[in-house]
Every structure is written in C-alpha cells, then in structure tokens.
C-alpha cells in the first residue's frame, strides 16, 4: 500500500518516502469530490495501469502493472456529458477531454487510480492520477519527482493501493 498524508504532503510506501503535491484546493472527502473542484479525493484507489510517454521515459522503464505507452492524440474523458466520462479517450472528440500528451512533462508517467470508476459517476471527478510533479500543485492528482515515480511503479503490484488520508 501506498499512503498519501494529504496535510504533510508526503507520499509512503513500497519502502519509499518522497514529497509530494496535492490538488490546489486541498484533500475532500470522495463523496463531495466534483469535477473542476481542483480537489484530491480522500480514500483508497486500486492502483488501475501505467501511462508512460516513450519519447521521454524509453524503453528502460519496466513498471510492474499493466502498462502502455501514450500518443499524442490519447486523453482522457472530463466531461460529464460524455459517454465516455472518466474513461481513455482518442482526440479529436467532441466532448471534452484532457491531453495525456503533454509539454510540461506531469503526464511523462502516470499511475490511474480507481477514483469513481466503478462505475464512473458523471461530475464526481475524473482523471485522477499519480503523475509527476510539475511544481505546483496538482487539479486534484497526486504528484511526486518524476524519479521517485519511476522507481515507485517498478515496485508497484497488482492488489496495491494508493490511500489519500
């Protein structure tokens, strides 16, 4: 398990202990959680796949999760009209949907949590992620070095999950 102490913003686990950055507007309680709200939901998420952008990461990251890499038109549903909310999506798409692929480096590897998946409740929050940190704080993922998070998903299990408290 890894757990996450949202008022010290430190990330534990997989005998790692690292910084880390939350969403902006804090750490909510997941049946408050709303899409846009900039908030990190409170609770357990099943640790779901691995993102990894190969242009940046190459082929010496061997997470132990399922994995695959990411292209330049993947993204990710947030709108909550869309069929397809909280899923993977392809761009283009007439819905909204974040872009996996981006210059700033904070979806270079990414960790899909079970946030609202189960099934995906329409505006109760979408892509939440563990991803790296691009030095603020996050929408409402979590975020830790891009080295920490490289070494995290090598020892990361199915049956493992990440524990926002």
């Given at each position: 398990?890894?757990?996450?102490?949202?008022?010290?913003?430190?990330?534990?686990?997989?005998?790692?202990?690292?910084?880390?950055?939350i969403?902006?507007a804090?750490?909510?309680?997941?049946?408050?959680?709303?899409?846009?709200?900039?908030?990190?939901?409170?609770?357990?998420?099943?640790?779901?796949?691995?993102?990894?952008?190969?242009?940046?990461?190459?082929?010496?990251?061997?997470?132990?999760?399922?994995?695959?890499?990411?292209?330049?038109?993947?993204?990710?549903?947030?709108?909550?009209?869309?069929?397809?909310?909280?899923?993977?999506?392809?761009?283009?798409?007439?819905?909204?949907?974040?872009?996996?692929?981006?210059?700033?480096?904070?979806?270079?590897?990414?960790?899909v949590?079970?946030?609202?998946?189960?099934?995906?409740?329409?505006?109760?929050?979408?892509?939440?992620?563990?991803?790296?940190?691009?030095?603020?704080?996050?929408?409402?993922?979590v975020?830790?070095?891009?080295?920490?998070?490289?070494?995290?998903?090598?020892?990361?299990?199915?049956?493992?999950?990440?524990?926002?408290?």
């Amino acid at each position: 398990m890894i757990v996450v102490d949202a008022a010290a913003r430190r990330l534990v686990g997989h005998g790692m202990e690292a910084a880390c950055e939350i969403g902006r507007a804090g750490a909510v309680a997941a049946d408050v959680k709303r899409e846009g709200d900039g908030a990190t939901p409170v609770g357990r998420w099943a640790l779901r796949g691995v993102l990894l952008r190969r242009d940046r990461v190459g082929a010496s990251a061997r997470p132990a999760l399922p994995w695959r890499w990411i292209a330049p038109e993947d993204g990710w549903s947030d709108d909550p009209a869309d069929p397809a909310y909280n899923r993977p999506v392809v761009h283009p798409r007439p819905f909204s949907a974040e872009r996996l692929w981006r210059d700033d480096g904070a979806y270079d590897v990414v960790v899909v949590l079970g946030h609202n998946m189960d099934p995906p409740v329409p505006g109760r929050g979408s892509a939440v992620f563990l991803h790296c940190l691009e030095g603020r704080a996050t929408a409402g993922c979590v975020a830790v070095e891009r080295d920490v998070l490289l070494a995290l998903v090598t020892r990361m299990r199915a049956g493992d999950v990440l524990e926002v408290r």
